[in-house]
Structure formats: C-alpha cells, structure tokens
C-alpha cells in the first residue's frame, strides 16, 4: 500500500511538472507573437508578472547569433526555466526566512495556472500572423514567425496583453499568499526579495547558459 501511495505520487508530480511545463510553452507562443508583432512598431511592454521579465533577462543575457529558427526555439526555451527559477527563488528566501515552503513542483504547477491567461489569446495571435488577401496562409504564418515578413501593430494589442498581465499577477499573489501562509508584514518582505534573488538568477543563468550555446550554436 506505501509502494503504490509513493507510485501514485509520483505520478502525479511528474504529470504537474509536465502539465506546467506545457502551459509555460504556451505563454512563451503568445508572448512570442506579442513581441514579435510590436517589435516593428516599438509599442511593446514587458508584462508586469515577474516571470515574463525573467524572461526578458534569460534570453537577452544568453542571446545567440543564430537562425530565427533557433532563436525561437531558444524563446520558448527560456520560459518554463523563468518559471522554475521563480518556485525556486521564493522557495530558497522562504527557508532563509524559516517560513513554511511548497513543494517546489507545486508552487511551479500553481504559478502556471496563474499565468494561463497570457497563452489565451494564441490561437488568434497566429491566425492573424497568417492572414493574406483575407484569408489564412500558413506559410505567411511561419514568416510572421520568423520575422521574414511583419504586421500588426494592432492598437489594441497592447492594452490587451497588459491587461492579462495584470490578470496574471492578481491570480499569482492570491496562489502566492496560500502556498506561502505568513503574516502581511513577512510577505511583504518575501515577495520581493524573490523577486531580487529571480533578477540575480536569471542574469547568472543567462550569461552561464550562453557559453556552451555560442560555442555549440553560434
């Protein structure tokens, strides 16, 4: 009976850790097409989650001169790690603080379901990424993709992707303060020196992750 509690465990960790991963993927495919979209324009705006930034950090601090191709692939990439070095980071200053910790799989499965609503708008994103003579063309789609053509800005781009944004934080600070049950005045202090161990990690991570890249890549 142990033998499968522990089966049955493990189960369900490693399918929260993938569940995760995936919605994570799909965050870093609409902020993806966000970015990608506004980059002509200049009307982008780093999400106000922390993990988004994070982002930010990771792949501009590890940046390669590769093929477009490459280099989305190395977006998405990027995206569960920022999630995971989030957990992480809030986790670690939690044990320096003595307070009481999640596991860490299931603060990064928490902190995913937060940020679902920035992948929402996906699927609309890359239909308007393919659209030629008001009709959808999947290469047009791949070229929007790899920055080989443009479109957009739209206006409402992004008012909209801010507003999840900010959806997204709402969500992650309500899941924050159950997975990290404390009083105000410590919480206050344990989110944003998260926050501050996050920047330090991702800023050592990116520039550590950036040399076997260059060399095995570049």
Known sequence: MAEHRLWRRREYTFLLFLSATLIWLGVGV???????????????????????CAVLLLYYFSVLNVSTGIQAVHWLVVFP?????????????????KLPRPSFVDLYGRFSLAALP?????????????????GFVWQRMLDVALRHGGTGPWWWL????????????????????????????????????GGIVLILASCVFGMIAALP??????
């Open 158 to 193: 992004t008012p909209l992707y801010f507003s999840l944004g900010l959806i997204a934080l709402a969500l992650q600070l309500i899941l924050y303060r159950r997975s990290f049950p404390m009083p105000p005045r410590k919480a206050v202090l344990h989110y944003p020196l």
């Open 81 to 97: 790690l920022a999630g995971g070095l989030w957990a992480a980071s809030l986790i670690l200053v939690a044990g320096r603080m």
């Open 213 to 218: 890249l260059r060399y095995g890549l570049e």
């Open 118 to 134: 920035l992948a929402l708008p996906m699927p609309a994103m890359a239909w308007l990424a393919g659209q030629r003579d008001g």
């Open 30 to 52: 609409s902020l993806g097409w966000y970015y990608t979209f506004t980059y002509y324009g200049k009307t982008g705006l780093p999400m106000p989650s922390p993990e988004p």
